[in-house]
């Protein structure tokens, strides 16, 4: 499981939507800037009016030795009803292997009001026969 949490510049207010009469909760928004504990980090450029979304995605990990480079991403936000805590899927074609990864998570703002995203990625590598399936999908 891997948690991210959204970067904004100083004094900026994200997305305040009032839920009910004198109550307001804070909508958690993918579109920005993202950093999880290991250091990698993620930027979801834009998403159009069905929650699909591009982006870019800078891991700090690899089991690779080759250099680590930014990599594209492509996902979907579900957009049911405009949840406050919407879940979400994205797909990274890793430019610097013959990998791809695929997270699936969902949005949350925590009790202070932080964005989190809450995520399980799948890695799939590339193998030359179909006998070494097994040891491909991490």
């Known amino acids: 499981a891997t948690e991210m949490v959204q970067v904004t510049p100083f004094l900026l207010i ?6 009910a009469p004198g109550y307001s909760a ?14 990698s980090n993620m930027t979801i450029t834009a998403m159009n009016g069905k929650g699909e979304f591009s982006g ?15 990599s594209p991403l492509q996902g979907s936000q579900h957009r049911t009803n405009q949840k406050s805590q919407p879940t979400f899927g994205f797909t990274v074609n890793w430019s610097f292997s013959d990998s791809v990864t695929v997270f699936t998570g969902q949005c949350f703002v925590d009790d202070e009001g932080n964005e989190i995203l809450k995520t399980m990625w799948l890695l799939r590598s590339q193998v ?11």
């Open 128 to 138: 030359d026969n179909i006998k070494d399936d097994w040891k491909a999908t991490r």
């Open 56 to 70: 870019f995605y800078h891991t700090a990990v690899t089991a690779t030795m080759n250099e680590i480079q930014v």
């Open 14 to 19: 994200l997305g305040m939507v009032l839920v």
């Open 26 to 39: 804070k909508k958690c928004v993918l579109t920005g800037r993202w950093m999880n504990e290991l250091g």
